[in-house]
């Protein structure tokens, strides 16, 4: 049992830290990933920075050359140099100038310049109705030239704050970003974005080109850029299904923002691989201590029935042991009754001699009574005439007979308290089995010691109770534990092993109960538990119960 339960605990702690560094190990992993997530936005951030940063240096260089120059309409030699800027820039697709009435008067594209008005576009009017604007980046705009698309366009005012002489134009490709970001993603399940501060999509990896143009305002990073330019979330869903883990940072200077989504199925891969192993490995432990506790059961069953098959021998030996002394003690007081009655034949006229022989077979017929008594008791077939005492008194009126037993070699020491309550016993049974207690001790301590017989109240019941206590040798827990048992004798041949199980069926039968308690070098004591009764109680107990000598 105690082999189970430490198998049981052992299981129960390896579970416990295999749970710990289960979630510790997953927590790493989410931790792993968000610095991941933070360090790929911040590339993206510097890349993003560094590519408008040299789109508007180069319209910044075109605005002081137009501003010197002030050349015509599509003059030869402004186009040439729009075309050899944006040979530059390869991730801006056209450079044009939009003139103070809102129609292209340069363009790279030329001459295949559609002849439109620009004076309704928002990076148009931002520069006419704002003469502070320097420069400014749009959200993203869709082409009115067929199969153009979509596109980020990077403006630069022309002229002063006075003087409004037009915009100058770069636009910008989101598909140079979605190029970019396909090289910096590193697996997948990974979501690269660059949007607008109003929420709009402007470039995606992987590539939806159905969601560019439109608002994603709703997601939490446009409620968090109040607070901090940059940072990180999980979330369910984020431009992408499934849980992610989210990093952002805010373009220094633009109004653009980079975001990174990676999937927390991605990042916790290797962690569930090794949860995986885990479990496989806590799955196959406690199939084996499934397996071993079986074993342990089967074997504890097989040594449980080779005991009761070792008990019942032992009981039918020691029946067998009873029996034969029982029948050689019949024998003998027979032989007796045998002799005496043939010697009053003998003697039929002389009244002496049969008077002897009388009184010689009278005293075998006695001791043959009280040894059909003893088994009696024993078997717990005698009838108990219980009835309401006073312990103390039962206690005081043996003593004489008990001191006598114990020997001139045994203090007897009484320890009496008063005012117990009236118990319920047999009183002649309860002096055989006092007198059977202090022979033991006697026994035990080879004829020299102390006995003491103490009668209390039990603390906690309140049962009146009498210990008999020596300070012999004691007992071994094992023989402790089988002192109660029929038969069990540690004497030898000279025992009879019936002394201390007269005393616990007598207690039994009476509705009472003994307690044994002893330790090696320690003294033994037996504590018999008693029922209360009132004053006047009487009753008569039979018990035919055969089936459990040893209980």
């Not at 520069?127 to 596109?151: K, M």
């Not at 915009?167 to 970019?180: M, R, T």
Request: proline content about 4%.
């Amino acid at each position: 049992m105690k082999n189970t339960f430490a198998l049981v605990v052992a299981w129960i702690a390896a579970i416990a830290v295999v749970a710990v560094l289960l979630a510790n190990g997953r927590s790493t992993a989410i931790t792993r990933g968000e610095r991941a997530a933070a360090a790929m936005a911040h590339v993206l951030e510097e890349n993003t920075a560094r590519t408008f940063q040299a789109v508007h240096v180069t319209l910044g260089a075109l605005a002081d050359t137009w501003q010197l120059t002030r050349p015509r309409r599509n003059d030869p030699a402004f186009q040439a140099l729009l075309r050899q800027r944006l040979e530059d820039l390869p991730y801006v697709r056209a450079i044009f100038v939009i003139a103070p009435d809102g129609f292209i008067i340069h363009d790279t594209d030329y001459p295949r310049t559609p002849a439109v008005s620009l004076a309704d576009r928002d990076y148009f009017r931002v520069h006419r109705d704002n003469p502070a604007l320097l420069r400014s980046v749009s959200a993203p705009v869709l082409s009115r030239a067929p199969g153009v698309g979509w596109f980020v366009s990077v403006t630069e005012r022309i002229g002063t704050p006075e003087k409004f002489e037009g915009v100058l134009v770069a636009a910008v490709q989101p598909g140079y970003f979605e190029s970019l970001y396909a090289k910096l993603e590193s697996g997948s399940d990974e979501t690269l974005a660059l949007l607008h501060r109003d929420g709009v999509l402007a470039a995606r990896f992987p590539r939806r080109d159905e969601q560019i143009g439109q608002s994603f305002a709703h997601l939490p990073l446009f409620s968090r850029l109040a607070q901090s330019a940059q940072g990180g979330y999980r979330v369910d869903g984020h431009l992408a299904p499934n849980k992610r883990i989210v990093s952002y940072r805010a373009i220094e200077g633009l109004p653009l923002v980079v975001m990174v989504s990676l999937g927390e199925s991605k990042v916790l891969a290797e962690w569930r691989r090794s949860a995986l192993g885990a479990a496989v490995a806590m799955l196959a432990l406690t199939l084996l201590l499934g397996g071993v506790l079986l074993r342990e059961r089967r074997t504890r069953r097989r040594r449980a029935a080779h005991r009761a098959q070792r008990i019942q021998a032992e009981k039918l030996e020691a029946m067998g042991q009873l029996t034969g002394g029982i029948a050689h003690d019949f024998a003998n007081l027979l032989g007796v009754i045998s002799i005496n009655l043939q010697l009053i034949a003998r003697h039929a006229g002389d009244a002496q001699a049969n008077e002897r022989a009388v009184a010689a077979a009278e005293r075998a017929v006695t001791r043959a009574q009280a040894l059909i008594s003893r088994l009696l008791a024993f078997a717990r077939q005698q009838p108990l005439a219980l009835k309401a005492a006073d312990l103390n008194a039962l206690v005081t009126e043996a003593h004489p007979l008990v001191s006598q037993a114990a020997g001139s070699g045994v203090e007897l020491v009484l320890h009496l308290a008063p005012a117990l309550p009236l118990v319920l016993t047999d009183e002649s049974q309860f002096e055989m089995a006092l007198l059977n207690l202090v022979v033991n001790a006697r026994d035990a301590m080879e004829r020299r010691g102390r006995v003491m017989l103490r009668t209390y109240a039990d603390a906690r019941t309140g049962a009146p109770c009498l210990d008999v206590e020596d300070n012999g040798p004691g007992m071994s827990e094992e023989t402790r534990r089988r002192a109660l048992e029929p038969f069990f004798t540690t004497k030898g041949k000279s025992g009879t092993g019936l002394g201390l199980a007269q005393v616990y069926g007598f207690m039994r039968q009476a509705g009472g109960s003994v307690q044994v308690e002893a330790a090696p070098g320690g003294g033994t004591r037996v504590r018999l538990i008693f029922p209360r009764s009132i004053s006047g109680d009487t009753r008569t107990v039979a018990n035919n119960d055969y089936s459990n000598l040893s209980s």
